[in-house]
């Protein structure tokens, strides 16, 4: 079985600095992948950054990057120089095998998400 | 825009009816997963359709079933509906791939209200 931990119901962060939001995961898959998306009020999922779980430098993407640290399997977002244009839900996702001992990857599993709200 | 279309974007049904919630998948797409996100929660993963079948589903009743059809798009079907059934219904397409690293790209969700 696959979680995701958001520890953070809510961050607060002042415009032009940057933020981090915490993820933890667990899981028995050998090989997965961590995804970040941002969701407006508008409802629709938003892709931001993906880190594979082999991969060896942490993922970027503009202003977001991801702080992997897979010992402690956990897979915290950057945001740097935040935006007004920013405060919105933020969840963390992990993509594993669909079926136990299977080899096609589908479902993913979201955490509780973490409203961010940017201050002027 | 991601190119995935969901057909309503709001519903109102009552309690003990049948719903139909519709998906346009992304062009060359041939995978699509459901989604139910309710109020304050992260989405859970209903089932995901390859090529017309079923091949993956999450900890869903029987009464939430679904259909993919030759062009890829689908359907998700909710019979005798529960007032716990009101959430937001997202639809992600995708290739179906062994690589972990497959972008889902989702629509905009319908809200389902069940009163």
């Known amino acids: 079985a696959q979680k995701i931990t958001q520890t953070q119901p809510g961050m607060f962060v002042q415009e032009k600095e940057a933020v981090t939001l915490d993820c933890t995961y667990d899981?028995?898959?050998?090989?997965?992948?961590l995804f970040w998306y941002k969701q407006p009020s508008s409802g629709e999922m938003i892709f931001l950054i993906y880190q594979g779980s082999y991969d060896q430098q942490n993922a970027t993407e503009g202003r977001y990057s991801l702080n992997f640290q897979k010992a402690r399997k956990s897979a915290n977002l950057v945001i740097s120089a935040s935006q007004l244009g920013d405060s919105a839900m933020y969840f963390c996702a992990m993509r594993g095998h669909l079926n136990a001992g299977g080899t096609s990857y589908g479902k993913l599993t979201f955490g509780q998400g973490t409203i961010l709200t940017v201050h002027p | 825009e991601t190119g995935v279309t969901q057909s309503p974007t709001h519903l109102i049904k009552t309690r003990g009816q049948q719903v139909t919630l519709r998906c346009s998948s992304q062009s060359g797409h041939n995978t699509v997963s459901w989604y139910q996100q309710a109020l304050g929660q992260g989405p859970q993963f209903i089932f995901q359709y390859y090529r017309e079948e079923e091949n993956g589903r999450g900890n869903f009743p029987p009464r939430f079933s679904g259909l993919q059809f030759p062009n890829y798009s689908s359907e998700l079907n909710v019979n005798a509906l529960e007032l716990d059934d009101s959430a937001l219904y997202l639809c992600?397409?995708?290739?179906?791939?062994?690589?972990?690293?497959?972008?889902?790209?989702f629509g905009q969700g319908t809200r389902l209200t069940v009163v």
């Open positions: 992600a397409s995708s290739l179906n791939s062994r690589n972990p690293g497959t972008e889902a790209f």
């Open positions: 899981t028995s898959d050998p090989s997965y992948g």
